[in-house]
Every structure is written in structure tokens, then in C-alpha cells.
């Protein structure tokens, strides 16, 4: 089993920058795709961003293109979500995932998650 656990989120406004932590443990953590996704009350959880296990290739949602960036070490076995310039519609519990499939933003392609941080952002 993997365990993965997120850290980071908080209230801040429009425009602050936040950056989210996920902390993996378990056997192979650091052999994983990572993913990003949000989840608002209400809607569907939705991909943010993923990136491959060595961190080489990455992949964004078009809402987080060129604000948010996604990273990891792997010697820690963390993965990270920048946030900058974020926005009120980026209010959301964030959840990260590991999967073994190559990178995907299909949810139900990962195979382990976080229980999420909460990221609200007021007007």
C-alpha cells in the first residue's frame, strides 16, 4: 500500500500563491505518476496536473496552465502543487494520487489518494 498525505492548503485571497505538499510512504512511492485533482462542494473532482515519476513530463488542466506547476522529489517522496495567482473558482479540497499507468488525468486510472487539503480563496 501507498500512503499519501497533503499539507499546505489554507485561506488567502485572490492573487496569493499557495504551495500543497503531498508526503508519500509505502513500498515504491517514489515509482508512481502523481496527480493533482479538486474537488468543490457539489461538483465532480476534476485533474489539475500530473507529472511523471522522474518528473521529466508534466501535464496540466488548461485551469491551471501557466499558474499552477507541479514538481516532486523524489528523495523525499513528496510531490508539490505551486499555486500562484490563484482565484476564487480555485476554492476546492485537493487531493493527490499515485497511479502505475503512465501519466493519465483520468481519475479512475490512480490508484491511491490523499484524504485532501482544503484551498479557499476569497475575493
Known amino acids: 500500500q501507498v500512503q499519501l498525505v497533503e499539507s499546505g492548503g489554507g485561506l488567502v485571497q485572490a492573487g496569493a500563491s499557495l504551495r500543497l505538499s503531498c508526503a508519500a510512504s509505502?513500498?515504491?512511492?517514489?515509482?508512481?505518476?502523481m496527480g493533482w485533482f479538486r474537488q468543490a462542494p457539489g461538483k465532480e473532482r476534476e485533474f489539475v496536473a500530473a507529472?511523471?515519476?522522474?518528473?521529466?513530463?508534466?501535464y496540466y488542466a488548461d485551469s491551471a496552465k501557466g499558474r499552477f506547476t507541479i514538481s516532486r522529489d523524489n528523495a523525499k517522496n513528496t510531490v508539490y502543487l505551486q499555486m500562484n495567482s490563484l482565484k476564487p473558482e480555485d476554492t476546492a479540497v485537493y487531493y493527490c494520487?499515485?497511479?502505475?499507468?503512465?501519466?493519465?488525468?483520468?481519475?479512475?486510472?490512480?490508484?491511491?489518494w490523499g484524504q485532501g487539503t482544503q484551498v479557499t480563496v476569497s475575493s
Open positions: 509505502g513500498r515504491t512511492s517514489s515509482s508512481y505518476a
Open positions: 494520487a499515485a497511479t502505475l499507468r503512465p501519466l493519465t488525468r483520468l481519475l479512475y486510472q490512480y490508484d491511491y
Open positions: 507529472i511523471t515519476w522522474s518528473g521529466t513530463n508534466t
